[in-house]
């Protein structure tokens, strides 16, 4: 005689969870316990700790053929999140628990061999499945809380012993309380121009390539860019928290509002920044999604790894293939670089003589290679400020007055695209710019002049917008372009 049951639960595949029916059978045949359905080696595991925590909390491990199918077959499960489908499909099988209790009910959690129930991480993503399913999740409390999704019912357990009894549990729901910035750029002496460009760049989302000495102050400006950018909005919040809840990251900061600001080591490896490794894994410019991705030293950085964000900048999402197939995940980051001007650092500094050779500087800024030199927006060269400067105190401009401009700008544009369309296209940027014939023929000839490409053009006149909005200018008059140009074509210890 065979007894069979299925309950839901999800894998996770890139950022998302992916539904998966655990069928349970338990019939007439040699004893054994077997997993199907392509499972990964945590799976393969489950079938010692299932076997030990239902004997631990008084339930009865059948003796006859137990056979379970992860369905669909064809999808890869990886994960030890099995473990509580699993163990409660055999117990609801062999009509040891109240089925009713767990129909209608996603299920996920790992098992210590004495039945305890463990949460696993990627939370966020089974609760999202779990909602779109029409389900109520059942799960461990994990230590930092469940986010709460509007119209879903969770339920938390502690032991798989729970489950005779249908104690239950009400979760523990995760806070939006705020850090507060620590940070400011009123601590940041001088450089009033690079502070002007990270104004633009916040407010246009446009990405900066700052060159400069070392000790010039370029990290100290780029670390403090979170801190002038708007407040994550809810869709935004949740994007980016679900990358970092199924990459294992805290998410408490991005529930309060606050953008990541991600900052890899020059020695990161593709798969680090892009994303991938078994089973693949979100990178630094997914887990930027919604903020910052600030590559310091960025001319030390492998030449291959940089141009695999070229395509992400511009489209916003990363898609990694492997064997078993591809994963797309978000990449909608604020790229902001910095790069010492040369191999000892003092190309174009007045205090420092630099011993490098022509040859050795335009190699070293090659590095980082033409074609995303092209994507970046802005370019500004930063120089080291004076002691006076440094010691000085008073007249620094602040974060509180760089976000308010920010704030404004951001509200102007979005009252202007209302008015003419949202869409992002060449077009309707050349349109919204609206430029009379005298300032376009300036632009036509700055562009000749400077050998700029197509898509250099269409970045000053997007630069140049964002500046129109930040003085409430419905239209882009010449003023604007030249700051654009100002910002856009390189110059100073940033060429040679």
């Known amino acids: 005689m065979q007894a069979q049951y299925s309950v839901w639960s999800a894998t996770i595949r890139g950022v998302e969870a992916v539904p998966v029916s655990v069928e349970v059978l338990v019939g007439s045949g040699m004893p054994s316990f077997s997993i199907v359905g392509m499972p990964d080696a945590a799976i393969q595991e489950a079938r010692e700790r299932v076997r030990a925590a239902i004997k631990a909390c008084g339930f009865r491990m059948p003796t006859e053929k137990v056979v379970v199918n992860l369905a669909p077959g064809s999808l890869k499960k990886t994960g030890s999140g099995f473990d509580l489908p699993i163990a409660l499909g055999i117990l609801a099988a062999t009509r040891q628990l109240d089925a009713s209790r767990i129909d209608g009910s996603l299920c996920v959690g790992e098992l210590s061999l004495e039945g305890d129930v463990r949460a696993i991480k990627g939370m966020l993503a089974f609760e999202l499945c779990a909602k779109k399913q029409g389900l109520s999740l059942i799960c461990a409390q994990p230590d930092d809380g469940l986010i709460g999704l509007e119209e ?62 070392p000790g010039s102050g370029k990290t100290m400006l780029a670390s403090r860019l979170p801190t ?132 050795q500087i335009r190699n070293y800024q090659s590095r980082i290679g033409g074609p995303l030199m092209d994507r970046i927006d802005i370019h500004v ?15 620094k401009t602040g974060s509180e007055k760089l976000k308010e401009g920010v704030m404004e700008a951001r509200a102007f544009a979005l009252r202007r695209k209302q008015k003419g369309g949202g869409a992002r296209t060449a077009s309707s940027l050349i349109a919204s710019c609206a430029l009379d014939a005298e300032d376009e023929d300036f632009l036509k000839e700055m562009a000749s002049l400077h050998r700029m490409s197509g898509r250099g053009i269409m970045k000053t006149l997007s630069i140049a917008r964002t500046v129109a909005d930040m003085d409430a200018c419905s239209r882009v008059g010449k003023d604007h372009v030249c700051e654009a140009l100002g910002l856009r074509l390189r110059d100073g210890v940033g060429s040679v």
């Not at 900066?208 to 000495?213: A, Q, R």
């Open 152 to 213: 879903l019912e969770c339920k938390t357990v502690s032991s798989l012993s729970a489950f005779y009894a249908g104690s239950f549990s009400s979760p523990t729901m995760r806070g939006r309380a705020g850090r507060g910035p620590s940070m400011d750029y009123a601590d940041v002496a001088g450089h009033e121009a690079a502070k002007r460009a990270l104004q633009i760049a916040a407010a246009g989302g446009h990405g900066m390539l700052m060159m400069g000495p």
């Open 228 to 359: 002038i950018l708007p407040p994550l909005a809810d869709d935004e919040m949740i994007e980016a928290a679900l990358v970092h809840s199924v990459a294992g990251e805290d998410i408490g900061s991005i529930l309060a509002g606050e953008r990541p600001f991600r900052k890899p080591h020059h020695s990161a490896s593709m798969a680090g920044l892009v994303g991938g490794g078994s089973p693949l894994r979100p990178g630094e410019i997914s887990l930027a999604t919604g903020g910052v991705l600030f590559l310091d030293e960025v001319s030390e950085f492998k030449p291959s790894v940089l141009q695999a964000i070229r395509q992400p900048i511009e489209s916003g999402r990363i898609v990694v293939t492997r064997a078993e197939g591809s994963v797309a995940f978000p990449a909608r980051f604020m790229l902001v670089a910095a790069s010492n001007p040369c191999p000892c650092g003092y190309f174009g500094d007045v205090a420092e003589r630099c011993t490098c050779t022509a040859a």
């Open 381 to 395: 060269d930063v120089w080291r400020s004076s002691p006076d400067m440094v010691l000085g105190t008073g007249g």
